[in-house]
């Protein structure tokens, strides 16, 4: 079966940074998501990766391997705003998304 | 812009009753979808379409029905609610999903059934 798997919850303290990983085993791979979804929200992208290799967008960066069916998403410079659940989807062979449970990520001062 | 726009944001149903969420979107994107959400869980496909007129059955489409007569419309009904149905909806829409297709989600429509 396909299967996504990230932490349940993971807590940073403002400043640092936090890696979010996930890992996958799906029917084929047409590249990986992350979305940010803050609480009573809904999800908003954040970064796409179809090659092995490192994207960075800002603070955020999303890197992938595709051997080991292995993503994450590295946040930066922590803020409170960045307190949110983080979603990890895969786009499989049919260019259906499969999504895991989300990582909810407490940040404290 | 608006963007994708679901209504309504809140319902409370008694089991057996009946109830259409309406999704819009004004971004000319041929794929919507409809989504659920649960706690603890990943989301989870309802149905989806590839184009006005279409509809295709996702991960979990008993109990659910859905209609696209006009391209920026995307409708999901409940004939017959159930507890388990009880759930945050959320629609999506994206262009042709082979090339890093992002979808953008509407705010979501929370759902309780008695």
């Known amino acids: 079966g396909q299967n996504i798997d990230q932490p349940t919850e993971m807590t940073a303290t403002e400043g640092a940074i936090v890696q979010i990983n996930c890992t996958y085993q799906?029917?084929?791979?047409?590249?990986l998501f992350w979305y940010q979804q803050h609480a009573g929200e809904a999800p908003t992208f954040l970064s796409y990766?179809?090659l092995d290799g490192l994207e960075e967008k800002g603070r955020f960066s999303s890197f992938l391997s595709r051997s080991k069916g292995y993503s994450y998403l590295l946040l930066k410079e922590l803020q409170m705003k960045d307190s949110a659940s983080y979603l990890c989807?895969?786009?499989?062979?049919?260019?259906?998304?499969?999504w895991g449970a989300g990582t909810k990520l407490i940040i404290k001062p | 812009n608006a963007g994708v726009t679901q209504t309504p944001k809140f319902r409370v149903l008694k089991t057996g009753q009946s109830m259409t969420l309406l999704c819009a979107q004004d971004?000319?994107?041929?794929?919507m979808y409809w989504y659920r959400q649960d706690p603890g869980m990943g989301l989870r496909l309802i149905h989806y379409?590839?184009?006005?007129?279409?509809?295709a059955k996702g991960e979990v489409p008993d109990g659910y029905n859905v209609s696209r007569l006009k391209k920026q419309n995307f409708l999901l009904g409940l004939e017959s609610a159930a507890p388990s149905q009880t759930s945050v909806y959320f629609c999506?829409?994206?262009?042709?999903?082979?090339?890093?297709?992002?979808?953008?989600f509407g705010e979501g429509s929370r759902l309780t059934v008695l």
């Open positions: 971004m000319n994107h041929e794929y």
């Open positions: 989807a895969v786009m499989d062979s049919n260019y259906q998304l499969i």
């Open positions: 379409s590839v184009g006005e007129g279409t509809t």
């Open positions: 999506a829409s994206s262009s042709i999903p082979d090339v890093s297709g992002e979808l953008f």
């Open positions: 799906t029917s084929g791979f047409n590249g």
């Open positions: 990766n179809v």
